[in-house]
């Protein structure tokens, strides 16, 4: 079966939002110094600038699947390109200390719903021969929206923009949200979100032009796992029947965070400071950084449907769990400086192969058609909590002992591999109906 254009082109525009997704998680790590300097920011007031955004995810993932049933994926995805677009310029424009946060809050609801409806979308569209790599494209953009923010934070830094930096920084991302918001007018709505909906003559024709193989017979396994022909399609999520895919989509999700990956990623540049490296230098280290993220993920994506995920995440916990254990050894004795740009270049790159590559997909296969938006939800929910607290919490933590966050994600890295490797079922090549039977749901 070969890839259907009109498929990859839904899926690339889908996953715009996982780029405006990264750009915005990582573009903060460029500006926190700045900021610090223009508002007067204490660490408290500096961690809850950086981990407002992410209680804005919170909200826009919790809240997500609510549009997302009732209008459609593909539709809430433009309001939320919206948010993308007002954060943007609101950043840029920022008048005070509380309207930056106002508007980084925004953006957080753009981030937050994206983390739900964009793999969501393009799971529902892609056969699952292609789901994985599929649905993948979305973190590949989210780490190319990574390493797109530490290049922009790097050229604008040596472009002597003074002190309107930092609004050029926050504000560029403007530009590809309304590219975002254009380009979603130019794809079809889900096909299982349609026949949720009875409307079973849309949902066969969007079947054909992505290119399902036998159109009628996906139909028709979609309509029985959602029961539309007897009016449930939809059902609450927390039943004991749906337990299963609940506990793995909060260990997952919860385990993603505990890893340290967006401590890391937010707060790169202070990590470097700590350790010695001067301001352009520590931006270079995080283009490296983002690099090596990006590689991995595009490694991961090509290997995602023939391993399998529940591989990779046994693969991506130990490199991940020596490699932060090296930098809390780096901090903790206060030698070997050099070290901590490999250590942390072999931690995002054993990230992006397993947890990062693994997680927006594994979340998008595990829950039913009729409930999927909520359990999507749930996960990215967790997911957003989890980083909004290790996010605040992490320059108070780091300012007393460097090296004991570390120690503590290594820690946590080990207990997830256990979890994983005694509870995760793998989910390669198998349909989303099809795993639904498998997960023993009725």
Not at 331 to 358: M, R, Y
Request: hydrophobic share 55%; aromatic share 12%.
């Amino acid at each position: 079966m070969k890839l259907n254009s009109f498929l990859l082109r839904s899926t690339i525009v889908a996953a715009l939002g996982g780029l405006l997704f990264g750009f915005d998680t990582a573009v903060i790590s460029g500006a926190t110094h700045a900021l610090t300097a223009v508002f007067g920011l204490s660490p408290a007031m500096l961690g809850i600038t950086v981990s407002v955004a992410l209680w804005g995810t919170v909200v826009g993932s919790m809240f997500a699947g609510v549009p997302g049933d009732r209008i459609g994926r593909r539709d809430s995805l433009r309001w939320l390109a919206v948010c993308y677009l007002v954060s943007a310029l609101g950043c840029a424009f920022a008048w005070d200390w509380s309207s930056l946060v106002v508007f980084r809050f925004i953006g957080g609801l753009g981030i937050g719903g994206s983390s739900v409806l964009g793999p969501m979308y393009i799971a529902e569209i892609a056969p699952a021969k292609w789901r994985g790599r599929l649905v993948g494209f979305f973190q590949f953009n989210v780490v190319a929206g990574i390493l797109v923010a530490y290049l922009s934070n790097y050229a604008l830094g040596v472009a002597g923009l003074g002190g309107a930096e930092w609004r050029w920084k926050l504000g560029v991302a403007a530009l590809p949200a309304l590219f975002f918001f254009l380009m979603l007018f130019g794809i079809p709505r889900s096909p299982r979100w349609l026949a949720q909906k009875r409307r079973e003559t849309e949902a066969l024709q969007v079947l054909k032009i992505v290119g399902e193989e036998d159109p009628d017979r996906a139909l028709a396994e979609i309509v029985a796992s959602i029961d539309a022909e007897h009016g449930h399609g939809e059902e609450p999520l927390f039943s004991a029947k749906y337990r299963l895919p609940i506990l793995l989509a909060v260990s997952l999700a919860m385990f993603n965070q505990f890893s340290g990956i967006n401590a890391v990623l937010y707060y790169l540049n202070d990590i470097f400071a700590k350790a010695g490296f001067s301001k352009v230098s520590g931006d270079l280290q995080a283009v490296a950084v983002g690099a090596t993220n990006l590689l991995f993920t595009i490694m991961a994506m090509s290997v995602i449907d023939r391993i399998g995920r529940r591989t990779l995440l046994l693969i991506g916990s130990v490199g991940t769990a020596l490699a932060q254990a090296g930098v809390a050894y780096v901090f903790f004795t206060a030698h070997h400086e050099g070290l901590l740009v490999w250590c942390l270049v072999t931690f995002v790159g054993f990230f992006g192969f397993s947890q990062g590559a693994v997680i927006w997909v594994y979340l998008s296969e595990i829950f039913p058609n009729r409930v999927r938006a909520k359990g999507q939800s749930l996960g990215s929910a967790t997911h957003w909590v989890m980083n909004a607290v290790i996010s605040a919490v992490f320059p108070l933590l780091a300012a007393k002992s460097g090296g004991a966050p570390f120690a503590f994600f290594a820690t946590m890295i080990v207990v997830q591999f256990f979890v994983v490797l005694f509870f995760f079922p793998e989910t390669k090549g198998t349909s989303l109906e099809q795993m639904q039977k498998r997960l023993g749901i009725a």
